[in-house]
C-alpha cells in the first residue's frame, strides 16, 4: 500500500487508538508530564481513583476540552439514585468512558438512565485484573470466576451498557457469547518481561488483542517506563502486528 511521506498508516493509527493510558498517579502535573510526553502516541487516557479524589475531575475535564480521550475509571457503585445523579453529571464533564461496578442490575440500569442525553459510553466492571478465585471465596462466592465474569457481561448487556472492563483471560468467552459490538476493555496488560504487580489476570497486549479486546489499558509499563514515549510506541507496535489486517 503507497503511503504519502510523512503520513501515519491506517492500520498504525487503528492501533493507536486501541491503547490507553492509565494514569494512575494522584499529582495532576505528573499526569499533564505524561500525556505530554505521549504526544503524537496515546490519545485516551484513564484517570482512575487517586487523580479523581485530588484534582482529578478539573485535570479530567480540561483534557477533554482540549480534544483528549478520556476514560474515567470512577467505578460507581452506590444506591441507584446517587448513581444516576453521578453518571448525569460525569456525563457533562466530556468524559469518553465512565466505569461502574456490575454487581447489581439496579445500579446498572441507574448509571443508563443517568447518561441518557450524552454519548459517554458505560462500561461495567466485571471482576477486578487483580482478584483471583480464592478472592470470590473470601467473598462467600462459589461460582467460578470465568463464570461471573460472563454473568456480568451479560448483565450489563441487557442493561444496556456499551461494554465491560474484563481481563484478556475472559476476553474471548464475552466476544463469542455476546457478539462484536459489545466492547471489551482490558486491564492487566504486560508486554513481555515486564512487572505484573498487583495484576493476577495477565496478558501481552498481543494475546488480549488476538482475544477480542477492543480497548488495551495500560499504566505502569508505559508511566514509569525511562521513555514513555517509546514504551506507548512499542505497545502500540505490538498491537499493530496483532491486528488481523
Do not use: C
Request: avoid cysteine; proline fraction near 5%; aromatic fraction near 4%.
Amino acid at each position: 500500500m503507497n503511503q504519502i511521506p510523512g503520513t501515519i498508516p491506517e492500520k498504525r493509527l487503528r492501533a493507536a487508538d486501541k491503547l490507553i493510558v492509565a494514569l494512575d498517579t494522584p499529582d495532576s502535573r505528573k499526569a499533564l508530564a505524561i500525556v505530554e510526553a505521549l504526544s503524537g502516541e496515546a490519545r485516551l487516557f484513564k484517570v482512575g481513583l487517586e487523580l479523581i479524589y485530588s484534582d482529578g475531575l478539573i485535570f479530567a475535564r480540561a483534557l477533554a476540552d482540549a480534544g483528549m480521550g478520556l476514560f474515567l475509571d470512577a467505578k460507581l457503585l452506590d444506591i441507584p439514585n446517587t448513581v444516576e445523579r453521578a453518571a448525569a453529571n460525569i456525563g457533562k464533564i466530556g468524559m469518553s468512558f465512565l466505569t461502574v461496578h456490575g454487581t447489581d442490575r439496579k445500579t446498572l440500569d441507574a448509571a443508563v438512565r443517568g447518561r441518557s442525553g450524552n454519548q459517554m459510553k458505560l462500561l461495567a466492571v466485571t471482576v477486578l485484573t487483580s482478584l483471583e478465585q480464592a478472592d470470590l471465596a473470601d467473598q462467600g462466592l462459589s461460582v467460578s470466576l470465568p463464570e461471573l465474569v460472563l454473568k456480568r457481561a451479560r448483565m450489563a448487556k441487557e442493561a444496556g451498557f456499551d461494554g465491560v472492563i474484563a481481563s484478556p483471560q475472559e476476553a474471548a468467552a464475552i466476544r463469542a457469547e455476546l457478539g462484536a459490538d459489545f466492547l471489551i476493555v482490558t486491564p492487566g496488560i504486560r508486554p513481555s518481561g515486564a512487572a505484573t504487580g498487583d495484576q493476577q489476570r495477565i496478558a501481552t497486549p498481543a494475546a488480549a488483542i488476538a482475544a477480542g479486546a477492543d480497548y488495551l489499558v495500560v499504566g505502569r509499563p508505559i508511566t514509569e517506563a525511562a521513555d514513555p514515549g517509546q514504551a506507548a510506541a512499542s505497545i502500540i507496535s505490538e498491537i499493530e502486528n496483532a491486528l488481523p489486517w
